[in-house]
C-alpha cells in the first residue's frame, strides 16, 4: 500500500471537510446502532401486553432516528463525495500540468493511448480510495465495533461464538486482495495498449485507408480487444467469488448463533428481545465484513493506479530552468551564436550535428539548406531549446542559453515547425493560439501575410470555420499557412520557420514569400527550406550536409562557388523550365 503513499499530498487542503464527512459517518452509523436496541426492547415490553400507545411510542421513535440517520447519510455522501471528485480534479491538472513539462524525447517512447488511459481509468480508480473506500470504510470501523460491544454486553459466550467465522474471512480476504491487485494491473496495462491502438488508427485513418488495411487493422484491435475481455473476466471471476465466500463465512456464524442463542433462551440467560437484538446486531456486522473486503478490494486497485499514475510523475523533467539561469534577463535582442555544437540523440551512433559554428546577428536572416536527414530541423530545434543543447554550445545576445529563463527564451519565438499541428477548433482560434486578446484586424493581417485570404472566402464561416481534429478537413497546404499566421500573429523577435511551406505550390510559396519580406526586417529569421525561392529572401544562407556546415555566404556568393547549393539551384531552375514548357 506504500504506492498509495504519494496521494496523502491531495487530502491536506481538505482536511476540514473530510473530517466534518466523517463526523457525519460517525453520527449516522450511531444512530443506526440505535435501531436493533429499540426493537429488542420493544418485544420484551410488548410481550405480554400490546398497546396502542406503546406502540405508537416505539414506531415514532424508530422514525425519528431513521430520519437522522438518513439526513447525516445523506450529508456524509455529499461532502466526501465531492471532496473526492476535487482531489481527482487537483490530480489530473497535476498530471496534466507535468506532461506538458517533460521533453519531447519522453513522448516519443510512451504511447497516446497509454497516457489517456492513465488520465481517465487509472485516475477513477484512484478517486475511489479518496471518496468511498474512506465513507465505507469508516463506516464499518464505527459500525463493527459499536455492534461488537453492544453484542459483549447482551453476552460475552454468544458473541465469542459468533466471532468463529471472523479468522477464517481474514484469510480469505488476504488471499482474494492479492489476487485481485494483480489481475487489475493487467486489466489497466491491456486497456492502455487498446487505448493506444485506437489512437494510432483514428490519427492515421488516411493511411490506413490509401494502404486498404482496414480489415487487418480491425483483426488487430479484435485481438486487442479480446484479451482485455479475458483479463477482465479473470478479474469478474475471482471478484464475483470473494462476495459470496465471504457472506457464506458469516453465514457460519449465524448458524452457530442461531443455536447456541436458543439454548440460551430456554435457559433464561437472556430474553427474546435481547437475542433479536444480538442477531439484529450480528447482521450489522455482515455488510462491515463485505465491507472490507470491498475496501481493500478498492485500496489494491487504487494503489496499482496510482502506481502507474506516479511512473509519469517520476519522470524527470530535462529541460527546465536550472541554478544558473538569471531571472533579471526578460528581453532578447536576438543575436544567436552556435560555438562548436554536437547534439547526438540518445541512443544514435552517430552525432546528427557536429562542430557547428554560426553567428547570426540581431535582425539577420539566415536560411538554413541541406539535403533530408542533414541536420536542419534538429538545429532549429535546439535554439527554443525543444531539444537540449550542451552547456557553453549555443548563445543569444552572447549569453549562454541556460541562463536565458525558458519563459524569456520563448516568449520571444516564433516556431513554424516541419510537421504542422492544429487543435480541433476554429480557425481563428488556432491562428491566436498563444496570443492572449488577439483583435479580429490583427488575426486577419495574419492570415492575409500567410496566404490564407483566397482559402477564407472558400470556407463556409471564414475565420469561425472549425477545421476538425489536428485541422484534418485542411489541406497540408493549408494547415502550413494557418501556423504560419499564427507564428506571424506573435510578432516575435526570433522567427524560426522549418521548412513550413513544403506543401504549398510554387504560385502560392511565392505569395507568402512576398509578403513575408514585410515582417522579416527588424527581426532574427531562421528559414530552414529545400527551395531555392526561399533561401533567396535571407541575407546569408548556410549549407548543412551530414550535420555539419558545408558552406556559407550569400545566394550569390554559394551559387558561384559551387558544391551543393549550387546542384540543388541550377536543378530546381530545370525544374521551372520544364515546368513552363
Known amino acids: 500500500m506504500g504506492k498509495l503513499r504519494p496521494l496523502l ?24 446502532l440505535v435501531t436493533p436496541q429499540i426493537i429488542g426492547r420493544a418485544i420484551d415490553d410488548l410481550k405480554d401486553q400490546i398497546s396502542s400507545d406503546a406502540l405508537l411510542r416505539y414506531g415514532l421513535l424508530l422514525v425519528g432516528v431513521t430520519l437522522v440517520q438518513g439526513v447525516f447519510s445523506f450529508a456524509q455522501r455529499m461532502i466526501l463525495v465531492t471532496t473526492s471528485r476535487r482531489i481527482e480534479e487537483d490530480l489530473r491538472d497535476d498530471f496534466h500540468g507535468h506532461l506538458q513539462r517533460l521533453h519531447l524525447g519522453w513522448f516519443q517512447s510512451t504511447p497516446t493511448g497509454d497516457l489517456m488511459a492513465r488520465a481517465t481509468n487509472d485516475l477513477q480508480a484512484v478517486r475511489m480510495i479518496a471518496g468511498p473506500a474512506i465513507m465505507y470504510g469508516t463506516n464499518t470501523i464505527v459500525v463493527a465495533t459499536g455492534a461488537l460491544i453492544f453484542m459483549f454486553h447482551i453476552h460475552v459466550g454468544l458473541t465469542l461464538v459468533a466471532l468463529c467465522s471472523l479468522p477464517l474471512v481474514a484469510v480469505v480476504t488476504k488471499i482474494f486482495g492479492e489476487r485481485i491487485h494483480v489481475l487489475f494491473e493487467a486489466v489497466q496495462g491491456q486497456f492502455s495498449d487498446l487505448s ?54 458469516i453465514g457460519l456464524g449465524f448458524a452457530t448463533v442461531l443455536g447456541f442463542g436458543g439454548k440460551l433462551i430456554l435457559d433464561g440467560a437472556i430474553t427474546v428481545g435481547e437475542f433479536v437484538t444480538f442477531q439484529l446486531f450480528l447482521g450489522k456486522l455482515v455488510w462491515p465484513m463485505v465491507a ?47 560555438r562548436d555544437l554536437e547534439f547526438r540523440y540518445p541512443g544514435a551512433e552517430r552525432p546528427a550535428l557536429s562542430g557547428v559554428d554560426l553567428r547570426i546577428a540581431a535582425g539577420e536572416t539566415l536560411a538554413i539548406v ?46 513554424v515547425p516541419q510537421e504542422t499541428f492544429l487543435f480541433s477548433t476554429t480557425l481563428r482560434e488556432n491562428i491566436a493560439f498563444g496570443v492572449e486578446g488577439a483583435t479580429d484586424e490583427a488575426i486577419g493581417q495574419a492570415a492575409s501575410l500567410a496566404g490564407l485570404d483566397s482559402d477564407l472566402s472558400a470556407f463556409p464561416s471564414g475565420l469561425d470555420t472549425v477545421v476538425g481534429e489536428r485541422g484534418i478537413t485542411l489541406s497540408g497546404g493549408q494547415k502550413q499557412r494557418v ?38 526586417p527588424g527581426r532574427t529569421v531562421l528559414l530552414a527550406s529545400h527551395r531555392i525561392a526561399a533561401a533567396r529572401l535571407c541575407d546569408r544562407v548556410a549549407v548543412l550536409d551530414d550535420g555539419a556546415i558545408e558552406a556559407l555566404g550569400t545566394h550569390d556568393q554559394l551559387v558561384a562557388r559551387g558544391g551543393i547549393y549550387a546542384d540543388l539551384h541550377h536543378r530546381q531552375q530545370l525544374e521551372e523550365q520544364l515546368a513552363a514548357v
Request: aromatic share 6%; charged share 20%.
Open 9 to 32: 499530498p491531495y487530502f491536506r487542503p481538505y482536511r476540514g471537510r473530510i473530517t466534518l464527512g466523517i463526523l457525519a459517518i460517525v453520527i449516522a452509523a450511531l444512530f443506526g
Open 370 to 415: 541541406g539535403r533530408t536527414g542533414s541536420g536542419k530541423s534538429t538545429l532549429l530545434s535546439l535554439v527554443p531549446r525543444l531539444l537540449e543543447p550542451a552547456a557553453g554550445q549555443l548563445f543569444v545576445d552572447d549569453i549562454e542559453i541556460h541562463r536565458v529563463p525558458l519563459a524569456t527564451l520563448r516568449h520571444s519565438m516564433a516556431v
Open 196 to 249: 493506444a491502438k485506437v489512437q494510432e488508427n483514428l490519427a492515421g485513418v488516411r493511411v490506413v485507408r490509401a494502404y486498404v488495411q482496414e480489415e487487418p487493422e480491425r483483426r488487430a484491435f479484435a485481438q486487442l480487444n479480446h484479451g482485455y475481455v479475458e483479463r477482465n473476466r479473470d478479474l469478474i471471476k475471482w471478484n464475483a467469488a470473494f462476495r459470496p465466500l465471504i457472506q457464506a463465512t
Open 483 to 520: 501556423a504560419l499566421a499564427r507564428a506571424l500573429l506573435r510578432d516575435p523577435q526570433i522567427l524560426i520557420l522549418d521548412d513550413c511551406l513544403s506543401a504549398v505550390d510554387a504560385q502560392t510559396e511565392e505569395t507568402i514569400l512576398r509578403n513575408l519580406r514585410l515582417v522579416f
Open 292 to 338: 472490507i473486503g470491498w475496501v481493500i478490494n478498492l485500496a489494491q486497485r487504487a494503489a496499482a493506479s496510482m502506481g502507474r499514475i506516479q511512473q509519469v510523475f517520476d519522470a524527470t523533467p530535462e529541460i527546465v530552468d536550472g541554478p544558473e539561469v538569471r531571472p533579471e534577463i526578460d528581453h532578447l535582442d536576438g543575436a544567436i551564436s552556435f
